[in-house]
């Protein structure tokens, strides 16, 4: 593939192998209050018309994957040579679509920087109600070009399918179908507060992630291999300068302990998403993500949606053959009106997860109407993981240091394999030597031996099989939406523990899937801090702070959070005739 000269404004040739692609450089796009963001577009080339895929977010827009995100491009490419075949990789950008895979196909590809970010100048506020309302006017704005059908689809990962899962809200007149790739849908439940309790990695994710590619950085920052211009503006400005050009996320996500109208705005209203929609998780995405796609496919009023759940890491399947044959299938049946390929797509597509890999399998519903749920029962004083009703014990506990390994029940030994695929949810009784106490659970695979099995998770290379959290003073449930496999916590209140009283804590535990074979055992470790486990020769991705040690990323270590006080408490887990703790796990029977 070759390219004309690009610059900014102009419009360049690509050769591809089936004919030509033209690049335009940061077009113009103006917004309802005035302010110009900038777009690339991607379209075949001579006269015609072209259903639309769109992206807009903070990444920058002529940032190549492979000198942004050199690591995760280099672990991509090395195990998976399918996601370069059929193309150069030089307009493949983080998260977004491959042009040089769709305009063949007849699409126009249309990445525009958000404001703030890349070539777009404004003030850099992430996931606000000013950016899901330019998001709206960016796809008004690209059903309306001459080059245009009128048909306009959303498609790419993470902060590009979380707002599409907000600006669908907002129902624009030409969006006509979204793909949400790994997107959270919650805000508050599915990323900055997990139970209740702070993760950090939304500040270290802004400040490593978009701030050096902040509109204003200029020559500070990284150049495009298709311009060679900057691709965070123009401009070079003072830090001064950038600093008044962004919102303090960190701090602001601080400033809301709860679920408020902060968080609400930059989450999914699903009562308002009516539109097609193509919904892909990803089991290990424990952290982020996960739990949205699966609300979203759930909760959305859209008559067509669809669920698809992979595995393997948060930027793999996107890109691989069975990723683009999937979106492809989908975009072509409501962008091009093409269903050929797509009406006997199942409502639900499993890569079921097995300890060898993943066997693919189609469902008709989640949870799965077919599912066992089935009661594991706590016995504290013996750490046991019954499937029998304990009878009259007597009062039971066990304690553990919120600073330590916590407590671990484990399951006889399974005489047969059994798949535990859905929804994940436990009961305790608890008490606390503070006024408050963080339950972390995790839900564990052991080999015959004793030692865990983990799996690759979305960013973690070795996670356990599930996380779930709870900070006690959250644990009011919102009846409405709360179900016995999903408990839902209203987070609107904080209601402190009086020290050595027993209250009741019902937990959710991400969705999941495993196979598990005969002669493992499952076990549920209760602590009070996040699960790790360190594995030496892991890889350690750059636009990441911290060791991944089976949680990515996603951890829960802010000292104002979590003060000496809550870190060094003492936790008790109880259980008495009246006080049945439990793991309920949904079984899937074979055949």
Not at 186 to 200: A, E, K, Q, S
Not at 226 to 250: D, I, M
Request: aromatic share 10%; with cysteine.
């Amino acid at each position: 593939m070759t390219a004309d000269p690009a610059r900014p404004g102009s419009v360049a040739q690509v050769r591809l192998p089936g004919g030509v692609m033209l690049a335009e450089w940061d077009v113009p796009v103006t917004m309802d209050d005035g302010a110009v963001l900038r777009a690339d577009v991607f379209r075949p080339s001579g006269p015609g018309q072209w259903p639309v895929l769109l992206s807009y977010g903070p990444y920058a827009k002529g940032l190549a994957f492979q000198d942004g995100y050199p690591d995760q491009w280099e672990l991509m490419v090395g195990a998976h040579p399918d996601v370069t075949r059929g193309s150069s990789g030089d307009y493949q950008n983080w998260e977004v679509a491959d042009p040089e895979k769709w305009v063949p196909d007849g699409y126009a590809c249309v990445r525009v920087d958000s404001r703030g970010a890349g070539r777009s100048p404004g003030l850099l506020d992430p996931y606000s109600a000013r950016e899901t309302r330019d998001l709206y006017e960016c796809i008004e704005w690209a059903a309306a070009q001459p080059w245009s059908t009128g048909k306009v689809g959303l498609n790419g990962i993470s902060y590009y399918a979380m707002n599409a899962w907000h600006v669908a809200s907002l129902q624009p007149p030409h969006l006509a179908a979204m793909c949400i790739w790994e997107g959270a849908s919650d805000f508050y439940r599915d990323g900055t507060h997990h139970g209740g309790i702070l993760c950090t990695f939304w500040e270290n994710w802004y400040r490593k992630q978009v701030l050096p590619v902040q509109h204003g950085v200029g020559e500070r920052g990284p150049t495009s291999r298709s311009t060679g211009e900057p691709v965070a503006g123009p401009q070079t400005l003072s830090e001064a300068e950038l600093a008044a050009s962004r919102v303090p996320f960190g701090e602001q996500i601080r400033e809301h302990p709860l679920d408020d109208e902060f968080h609400r705005i930059r989450s999914a209203d699903f009562g308002q998403i009516t539109v097609p929609f193509l919904s892909a998780a990803n089991w290990g995405g424990q952290g982020l993500h996960t739990r949205g796609n699966f609300e979203g496919f759930c909760r959305a009023a859209s008559p067509r949606k669809w669920l698809e759940v992979h595995g393997l890491e948060h930027w793999t399947h996107f890109y691989t053959d069975y990723g683009v044959d999937l979106q492809k299938r989908f975009f072509a049946c409501f962008l091009h009106g093409d269903d050929s390929r797509w009406r006997q797509q199942p409502p639900v597509q499993l890569q079921v997860r097995t300890l060898d890999g993943f066997v693919q399998r189609p469902e008709q519903e989640w949870p799965l109407a077919r599912t066992r749920w089935r009661k594991l029962w706590l016995k504290p004083d013996a750490l046991e993981l019954a499937w029998a009703e304990p009878g009259d014990r007597g009062l039971q506990s066990a304690s553990y240091q919120a600073g330590g390994e916590g407590l671990t029940f484990r399951t006889p030994p399974f005489d047969d394999e059994a798949e535990i695929t859905g929804p994940v949810a436990a009961r305790l009784f608890v008490s606390s030597s503070a006024d408050d106490a963080d339950l972390f659970l995790v839900l564990r695979l052991l080999r015959p031996d004793g030692g865990e099995v983990t799996f690759p998770g979305a960013i973690d290379p070795h996670t356990p099989v599930a996380q779930g959290w709870l900070r006690m003073s959250h644990r009011t449930l919102d009846e409405t939406l709360s179900t016995q496999y999903r408990p839902y916590h209203a987070h609107t209140e904080i209601q402190p523990l009086v020290p050595g009283e027993i209250y009741r804590a019902d937990v959710e535990i991400w969705p999941t899937s495993i196979v598990v074979p005969a002669d493992y055992r499952l076990a549920l470790t209760v602590r009070g801090r996040d699960y790790a486990r360190r594995h030496p020769g892991a890889p350690r991705l750059g636009s990441f702070v911290n060791e991944m040690t089976g949680c990515g990323p996603f951890l829960h270590d802010d000292p104002v959070d979590r003060p000496p006080a809550l870190a060094g408490s003492t936790q008790t887990l109880w259980a008495a005739p009246d006080r049945r703790p439990y793991l309920l796990v949904p079984v899937i029977p074979p055949g």
